[in-house]
């Protein structure tokens, strides 16, 4: 199977690494050289375009089905629009005008698009209520990559993706030091977000579905941080509550809606397909971390 990874970077270069060791073909996708030159590191066909350029991605060799993994770089919606709902769209479109088409698109998403649900859980069928800007831009992005496929004959497949972290994004001192605001963390280890793509595509599953990526225990931050405090010898942080947060009045409008935005995400679909994760929750996933950490 050959896979056309769009915006090959932090997941989807794991997620060619997992390809390639289970014997299919990837292309890695990415506009900067720097991109380019991590693709290549990682022992895989790299092709230099931009994912929003139709004229670009007429480089990428004909594949079985892509993965659009593209990141508007932490920037504003505006940015979020051009990559994930224009560049979505450019990127269907190119594609999917081929004579050899795929026959499957894989869009990354994020739990973000749910909103707030004040501490409960939440699964592919509760309604999305985004909550700001940029993630109104992804719930729009879900919709087009499940509903444009199918003017090429082809099917969408939504993986919607929980905190991702894992080497380079531990983030330890953030919790050590603190303060920490109170809230859940629905989580995904990187190597189980790339794992969970290559199941989906290599089993021929979730074809037209939304599937939650995320692991076995949403846990509160508090809790979460006096755990690896714990683990790594250190004392608690302080910690606050959202009102004292939000009396703090240093906020953007983004940020403070993301402080008021609680759940806790439910994997079970993902896990009723079959997939079963390499790090089932932050125990396992920041053992890496930790032992580095008390190592020094």
Same mark, same amino acid.
């Given at each position: ?221 508090? &809790?979460?941080? =006096?755990?690896?405090? !714990? ?7 302080? #910690? %606050?509550?959202?009102? @004292? +947060? /939000? &009396?703090?009045? =240093?906020?953007?409008? !983004? ?7 609680? #759940? %806790?995400?439910?994997? @079970? +679909? /993902? ?26």
């Amino acid at each position: 199977m050959r896979v056309a990874i769009l915006g090959c970077g932090y997941v989807g270069l794991e997620l060619g690494r997992q390809l390639l060791a289970a014997g299919h073909d990837p292309v890695g996708v990415r506009r900067s050289d720097a991109g380019i030159e991590a693709i290549e590191t990682a022992g895989f066909e790299a092709v230099q375009a931009d994912v929003t350029s139709a004229g670009d991605l007429e480089a990428v060799p004909d594949v079985d089905a892509i993965v659009f993994a593209a990141s508007s770089g932490g920037r504003g919606a505006d940015a979020a629009r051009r990559v994930y709902v224009e560049g979505l769209k450019t990127a269907i479109d190119a594609f999917g005008e081929r004579e050899h088409a795929p026959d499957r698109l894989i869009y990354t998403s994020s739990t973000g698009v749910h909103g707030d649900h004040d501490g409960g859980w939440v699964d592919e069928e509760t309604p999305i209520e985004p909550t700001t800007e940029k993630t109104a831009v992804l719930a729009e992005a879900e919709r087009i990559a499940l509903e444009r496929p199918a003017d090429y004959g082809l099917e969408g497949t939504v993986a919607r993706y929980a905190g991702l972290y894992g080497p380079d994004r531990y983030r330890l001192q953030r919790y050590l030091e603190g303060p920490v605001t109170a809230g859940y963390l629905n989580m995904v280890h990187r190597d189980d977000a790339a794992g969970a793509v290559e199941f989906l595509l290599e089993r021929d599953l979730a074809r037209g579905a939304v599937v939650q990526v995320v692991d076995d225990e949403p846990v509160s931050k508090w &809790e979460f941080a =006096d755990w690896l405090a !714990a683990q790594c010898g250190e004392p608690e942080p302080p #910690k %606050r509550t959202k009102a @004292e +947060r /939000l &009396e703090a009045g =240093d906020l953007s409008e !983004a940020v403070r809606r993301r402080v008021l935005t609680s #759940k %806790r995400c439910s994997n @079970e +679909r /993902l896990r009723s397909l079959g997939y079963a994760l390499e790090y089932p929750t932050y125990r396992e996933g920041y053992r890496a971390a930790i032992d580095a950490y008390t190592a020094v």
